[in-house]
């Protein structure tokens, strides 16, 4: 019998729709499950359900709305960096030495020759 694969043996990349709605997945998730914080019942499948004994639903559902907002935060900036090019830079040389730098003159070497 093969091993079973987790998404933790692998990255998964996800599209902005997909991203979309596993964030609305996560938020609907998070409003049952405040709903039903407190409820004796609710309490007991939580911890029947394998979660630690110090876990409750009110926390769980605030971890759901953590994770739904960084998702979201996440992937506003991938799409932000993705639509956005990389501004040109446009000297290489070290800060400070640029030639257009303002308030710098250039001037010749031998000028004062060429007066006599």
Known sequence: MPNP??????GVFLGPDE?????????????VTGAVAGQPAAEAALAGAGASQARDCAELAVDLRLTASLLDADTTAAGNVSAKPAPARKSTGPAGNHRDTPGKTNTP???????K
């Not at 709605?21 to 938020?27: K, N, P, R, V, W």
């Not at 070497?109 to 007066?115: M, V």
């Open 109 to 115: 070497k031998n000028a004062g020759n060429k007066l």
């Open 5 to 10: 694969v987790t998404v933790a043996d692998q």
């Open 19 to 31: 991203a979309d709605e596993l964030i609305d997945l996560l938020a609907d998730a998070a409003a």
